[in-house]
């Protein structure tokens, strides 16, 4: 019996390890290499904490309670230090687990009141305790595909902040409604026809907080997938304007070519006649008359060469001295849309800092890769006024929440393993960019 209470609150403290394993499952691409570590010492030291912490309750006879908070606060503080993610999105994410789990303790309450018909204050047997720990088990395995997918996909591509600086109240909500209806008593359960409507609030709970982070899931979906419509839209655009510039190079290129046998044979009767001053008066008429040379590709993607015309021409119009010098493979290195979508925020972020710029309107980029390597680009422009960040991210000038394009543009570049830096010095923006070849 001595050993059975002392398992007891070793056991109600370990539901702490299915909690802190899915709040990581879908950071699995932000821990920088800490996985294994973590895997290797946090679970053993989790399990150490819980045997000791357990023991210790046993032993002074208090109640779980307050150790079970004591490990929550631990365990968000060391989640937060561990993951390289915003405080907003880490916080939301533990927040929302802790609402999940609270939900499974009601759960065990009422299986225990129903199974055992006990009385007095609210505490798990032995029993019930075992099947509130593998309730959890059991609900971190239900939850583990959504996690690594649809949860790991809404972290790395919902960027707005304001959406995580409010998101974490509904999660605080529903754990605040979970401890709320929690009965102190037995008896209460008892008591009418508590007992039918219990668990049926205890599930509707946790089926409306499941549900709505469905829809905000499906709703992102949704926008994601407008403005990756609208970036194609953008792209193609560039593409139509660079694909009616090249068919009005071809057409003058073909009536010269039409028109040059006509100066053959002018130029043959000026020969014929010993007149050589005709010959070339003629001559320089003839090439003051010719169009523009045929526009320089930049590579030999089309679409990457569109973008970079599209905004070499609107450097052009805004007085812009743009240089671009580009050295890669005709595969773009991850897919094509996006690497577009990525330069032409580079490009665009760097024309509107110039246009704003009384000095010297200056934008150097160049872009290198070789075979297999990984393609390195940087971009320098003129900038007046320095950009402000706040935790590595630029905030926008133009509103008050982080710079979209540059916040696309790191996004990008994690999400296929590369990296990109912005730093500004002396009236000059540098944007560093790397990416790995898929």
Known sequence: MELYDIL???????????????????????????????????????????VGMGWLCWRLRYSTKLCMLLTQVLLLLFYCKAVPLSRWKTVNVFLAVCSVFSSMYNLAI??????????????????????????????????????????????????MPETWYIFWILPLVFWCLNTTLRPRKYSTLYTNRVMHFYPILILALLGLMLLYYALFYWMARGLARNMRLAQENRLLQIQSAQYRILQKNISDTRRARHDLRQHFKALQGCVESGDLSRVAEYVKAYGESLPPDTVRPFCKNYAVDAVLHHYAEQALLQQTDLKAMVQMEEQTVIPEPEFCALLGNL?????????????????????????KQPLYLTMDNTSDQPPVFDARRLVSSKHGGFGVGTESVRITAERYNGDARFEWKDGMFYASVMLVPQ
């Open 110 to 159: 009422l299986i225990d009141a129903l199974l055992f018909r006990r009385s007095g204050v609210v505490a798990l047997s032995l029993n019930s305790t075992i099947l509130y720990v593998l309730l959890c088990w059991l609900l971190l395995g239900i939850l583990c595909y959504p996690a690594t997918h649809a949860a790991h996909w809404l972290l790395d591509e919902v960027e």
């Open 347 to 371: 490009l665009e972020n760097a024309i509107d800092a110039c246009a704003a710029s009384r000095t010297p309107r200056i934008i150097r980029l160049r872009i290198r890769q070789q075979g």
């Open 8 to 50: 007891h609150p070793m056991l109600e403290l370990s539901v702490s390890l299915p909690a802190i394993i899915l709040c990581f499952l879908p950071m699995k691409n932000h821990l920088n290499g800490k996985g294994k570590l973590l895997l290797l010492w946090g679970i053993p030291t989790l399990i150490l904490w819980c």
